[in-house]
């Protein structure tokens, strides 16, 4: 049986709720009620907290640090691995962790499948939520006070970065990513993302070595994902995004699968959580 190295990060602070820290610890309890003989995927949870002293920013840049350590130690062993957070800020860490620990980081690419951009900065953000940031850091143009927060020395080059599923976004971040030259796959510009993920992957894999994977679970739709932070109607169906996950299990140059943004408290009968598990088995598992 696969194991598979697991970060889980028990942390909020970079969105507006203060429920979608618990996401790793239902899910790590979702998979321990499995019966062995079920188990085709072991997980080995590593688990981070937030500390209880300083600001808010203090926090959340101290727990990206440590997010980064884990995800560039992967990195340099060429060991697979997922990220559950947590609001999506802890892309900062897992991201730029992974450039941290690649000898060639102009040569790591990064799809992104949300329904938001996430990339603004302090300076442009409407809500001042860090969780709307990460891509802005992550591209080299965060202002000071995100620049600080974010624990990678290297950045994605723009073309090495495809976002999938937008469809709520502020004109800020849009200009920013289109000054970039960022390629942006609007969710009504998806007909079938199985092949708009596979043409991704293959447009990546030209130049780059590694590629990582995250999820906001709001690029699925609300009906589908109800527990979210951010809910935006219009999104891909659980079952199309499952249909796509299966034909890239196990990519030989897919180096992690970051899923964020899961909010319980929107989710009553666990659908989005039982869907989480089965996005993290359909992309890993060895059986499908
Ligand atoms: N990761 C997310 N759910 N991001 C939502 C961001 C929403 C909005 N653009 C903001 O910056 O506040």
Not at 43 to 58: A, I, R, T, V
Request: hydrophobic share 40%; with cysteine; net charge negative.
């Amino acid at each position: 049986m696969a194991i598979l190295q697991t970060l889980g990060i028990a942390s909020c602070l970079g969105g507006p709720l203060r429920t979608c820290g618990y996401a790793a610890e239902m899910l790590r309890d979702a998979f321990a009620l499995q019966k062995p003989e079920q188990q085709g995927l072991q997980l080995q949870w590593h688990m981070l907290y937030p500390e209880n002293n300083g600001s808010k920013d203090e926090k959340l840049s101290r727990l990206n640090q440590s997010i980064s350590r884990f995800s560039q130690y992967w990195t340099e062993q060429n060991q697979v691995f997922l990220v559950i957070g947590g609001d999506h800020s802890c892309a900062l860490g897992t991201w730029g962790g992974v450039l941290n620990g690649l000898q060639r980081p102009g040569k790591f690419g990064l799809i992104w499948l949300d329904a938001h951009m996430d990339a603004h900065t302090f300076a442009t953000s409407p809500s001042g939520n860090i969780h709307g940031m990460p891509l802005a850091a992550l591209l080299g143009k965060a202002d000071k006070k995100l620049a600080a927060m974010y624990p990678g020395s290297d950045f994605i080059k723009p073309e090495n970065l495809i976002l999938i599923g937008v469809r709520s976004y502020e004109n800020e971040e849009y200009d920013l990513l289109k000054q970039a030259k960022v390629e942006i796959i609007f969710a009504e510009q998806i007909d079938g993302l199985a092949q708009v993920l596979t043409k991704a992957i293959d447009k990546l894999s030209l130049s780059c070595q590694v590629i990582g994977i995250s999820i906001d679970l709001d690029f699925i739709d609300p009906d589908d994902a109800p527990g979210v932070e951010t809910p935006a109607q219009g999104g891909i169906k659980a079952e199309e995004l499952l249909k796509a996950l299966a034909l890239i299990n196990r990519h030989p140059k897919i180096c992690g699968l970051e899923i964020s943004e899961f909010n319980p408290e929107k989710d009553p009968e666990n659908k989005t959580l039982h869907l989480m598990k089965k996005i993290i088995e359909t992309f890993y598992g060895e059986t499908l």
